[in-house]
Each structure stands twice: as C-alpha cells, then as structure tokens.
C-alpha cells in the first residue's frame, strides 16, 4: 500500500507556511533530516510542495518519467516562451536552433573576449578597497554574456542601469512568499518581478532595434534577429524578445552566484586561495589565462565545481505532476509541486563526507551516486550554458587570482535568501589585497 509522504507538524489552517518562508531551507534541511527524502510541506493546506531530496529522485523526475512532472507556470511567467519555460516540440526546436553557439568549441572562442572583459572590470579595483562580490560579480557576468552573445558591450559609466538593476530582477517571481502566497497578494517581491519584466522586455526591444539597425554578426542577438519569419524558431518578434529575457537572466546570474561563493570561500580558505595562485602561476605565467589553459587548471576548476557543490546556484528544481505517481514508498497526487533540491542532496552526508566542509580536493577520489551533484539540472533539459559558465568561471577565478587576493570583510557565515537562485542575504564584502 503507497502512502501520503509525512508532513512537519504545523499551524492551524497555516501549516508549515510561516515557518517555511522564514527559513526554507533551514526548515527544508530539518523536515528532511526528520521525516526522510519525500516530504509535503503543508503551505497554506495545498497539496505539496513536495521536497524531493535523493539522487533516485533526480533520476526519476529529470530523466527517466520526465512527461510525469511538467514545468511550473512561474516559469512562463517570467519567460514567457523561452527556452527555460517551453515544452515537448518547442523545446526541441529552440534547443536545436541555440546549441551551436554552447558547444564547447563555440564556447572555447570566447574566451579572449571573457578575459577582455574580466580585465576591463577588475581594472577598477583598488588594493585596500572594500567591495561587494554580489554586485561584482554580476557586474562583470553581464558585461561578459553582453560581449559574447550579444556582441555589445555594456557601459561602465551608468548608461545601461536600468538594464542591469532589471536583469536580476526575475527572482523575485520565486521568492518563498511567492510560493507560498496565492497568486493574487501583491506582494513586494511580485512587484519588483513586474517592474524588473517590463524594463527587460523594453531593453530587448531597444537591442533588436540596435541591431536590425547595424550590421549582423555571428552572435546569439544577430541569429535571432536576422532569422526569417515561418514555421521554424523563432516564428515572430515575441518569441524572439522571450528568448533575449531568458538569456539576459539565466546566462549571468548563475555563473554571477558560482563567482561569489568560489571568491567568499577563497576569501575565508587562504590556503586554498594560494594553492589557486601558485597553480595559476605555474600554468599560465605572466600572460593572460585562454582556453589552452583550461585543462590544466585543475584545482581552480575543482574550486569552481566545489562553490557549486556547497551553494548550487539552482538550489530547487520545481516541477508539477501531470497524473498520479510513486515515489519511493509514497503516492504524490495529479497537479501537486514538487521541488526537487539540489541543496539538500550536495550537503547530504550520505553521498558527501564532511558535507558543509570547504574541500576541493574530494572531486580527487571517492564516487557518488550519478544524480549526487546536479548544479546544472540533469537529464535532457540539462542547462544548455554549462560550458560557457565553467569557462567563464574558471577563467575569472584564475585572472583575479593573478592580480589580487581578497579577504573577507564580513562576520560569521554567508546568509542565504532563496529566490529563484542561492542569493546571499547580503552584500558578502570582501577587502581587495594587492597580489603579494
């Protein structure tokens, strides 16, 4: 016989809603840690969401029973009909139509032009400055996706503000008060989505009409624009503006969050960092780190993999089941969310030993089950960037290493504030210390 799975016990008509936009994943982390791998946290007496929190899971949900869980309408919300929101055929086409420009030796060619702007953005540091790795790192995300998809590149005198306040901005459709919230409060969080949707679908539109306005090149803006009309993607002006938003988003923010929490924990983990430099210094000298070098970066890629292992920049997978299904011993009902969390299976101590320890050294030896680490999703619909983030976070890791050591300037352990992303509750200052 398949059961209901447990559910933390909780308020009145409430349920687990208070406590859980609290501290999702404290209380997520408690609930699982209690009850087991499939719990209903009851929000607001609906059914779910459900956590899922084992490799098995990943497998069931992401690859093997993939027409059993749908994407969530949050997700069209923000992205209307971009890639991170369609299903089925549309999917298909839009994937086949964009990953020729993500294939690794695609990606590869871009690193001159990463590098350029790595350096144009750390050339406005100053040793003893105190400086926000957030606000830097996404920065500097969004004027390297600019410079290499959308050949563009953004000013650093304020020009393109709006833009850049906008462009993080979609995160607030999945803030924990969103879930948990009906669809009709207004809360601030929905408000800022709003306003941050509306200043991206205008900035879009200014950069289709730069471009249909200059001459054409080989980068993502130009293949979407200069496309015709018809049955193939992109079919019309819309399409094309939901895939630019998508882009604008997903294409620096996560890379943005790997950076943060790699240059955080360097910051608090010295001598890893001067591992980082020596090995740096070995591989590429005194010239500027390019893609030739990528494959004997080993401990700084192993930097970058470990930040993504202990803040997955995705820390939830949602989905909606289509029809009643088991999983594992339990029963989830036709129509219920279910988030599958990545946050919870990398800090589980059954497939990671000294799971909260900062260790780059472990993706040395050991193995883990298949679905154990999944910062970019699994099966797929794994996130076409991976290549491209990887790349750029390793390259950025290794240029600043070259110039700079930084210290953290704040207390304690980095807050978490789940949106759609692992946003830090604040800024996670650093002090920038000139290369010794």
């Known amino acids: 016989m398949t059961d209901s799975p447990p559910s933390p016990t909780g308020l009145p008509v409430l349920g687990n809603t208070v406590a859980f936009a609290r501290d999702p994943f404290g209380f997520a982390s408690r609930a699982v840690n209690r009850y087991g791998d499939v719990v209903d946290l009851d929000v607001l007496g609906t059914d779910g969401p459900y956590v899922l929190a084992h490799p098995d899971h990943v497998e069931r949900v992401l690859v093997d029973d993939r027409d059993s869980f749908e994407k969530t309408d949050d997700f069209t919300e923000a992205f209307g009909q971009g890639l991170l929101a369609v299903e089925g055929e549309t999917w298909t086409r839009q994937r086949e139509f964009l990953q020729p420009l993500f294939y690794r030796e695609a990606v590869t060619g871009y690193a001159d032009t990463m590098v350029d702007q790595i350096e144009r953005r750390v050339a406005r540091w100053e040793p003893g400055e105190r400086r926000s790795l957030p606000d830097e790192m996404k920065a500097l995300t969004l004027e390297v996706l600019f410079a290499t998809l959308f050949g563009r590149e953004l000013s650093l005198a304020g020009d393109d503000a ?13 803030v924990p008060t969103s879930w948990a919230l009906p669809e009709w409060a207004p809360t601030p969080s929905r408000r800022r989505f709003e306003r941050a949707r509306e200043t991206l679908r205008e900035e879009v539109r200014r950069l289709r009409r730069e471009r249909v306005a200059g001459e054409p090149g080989g980068d993502l803006l130009s293949l979407l624009t200069t496309a015709s009309d018809g049955d193939d993607y992109p079919a019309g002006g819309e ?14 923010e996560t890379t943005a969050l790997t950076l943060t929490y790699a240059w955080y924990l360097l910051a608090r983990h010295p001598a890893v960092a001067a591992r980082v430099r020596d090995e740096v210094d070995a591989v590429v000298g005194d010239g500027r780190p390019r893609a030739a070098h990528l ?17 997955p920049p995705v820390h939830t997978i949602p989905r909606r089941t289509t029809r009643s299904v088991d999983v594992g011993d339990y029963r989830l009902p036709a129509g219920a969310e279910v988030h599958v969390s990545a946050f919870q299976i990398h800090r589980s101590e059954r497939f990671y030993d000294d799971p ?9 030896d050991g193995e883990r089950p298949r679905f154990a680490y999944l910062p970019f999703g699994a099966g797929p619909r794994r996130c076409i960037g991976r290549q491209f983030a990887l790349v ?5 890791v290794a240029r ?8 953290y300037a704040g207390e304690g352990e980095v807050e978490l504030a789940p949106e759609m992303t692992t946003q830090p509750a604040g800024p ?7 290369r010794a």
């Open 295 to 311: 494959d004997d970066l080993v401990l700084t890629g192993r930097v970058v993999r470990e930040a993504m292992r202990l803040y």
């Open 400 to 407: 600043i290493a070259q110039e700079y050591r930084l210290a």
């Open 239 to 252: 399409e094309i503006e939901d895939q630019l938003v998508t882009m604008v988003f997903a294409g620096h």
């Open 428 to 434: 996670v200052p650093v002090w920038i210390r000139a």
């Open 356 to 364: 909260l320890a900062f260790r780059p050294d472990r993706w040395t």
């Open 162 to 174: 709006r833009l850049r306040a906008a462009a993080g901005g979609l995160n607030a459709r999945f």
């Open 392 to 396: 750029e976070a390793t390259l950025a």
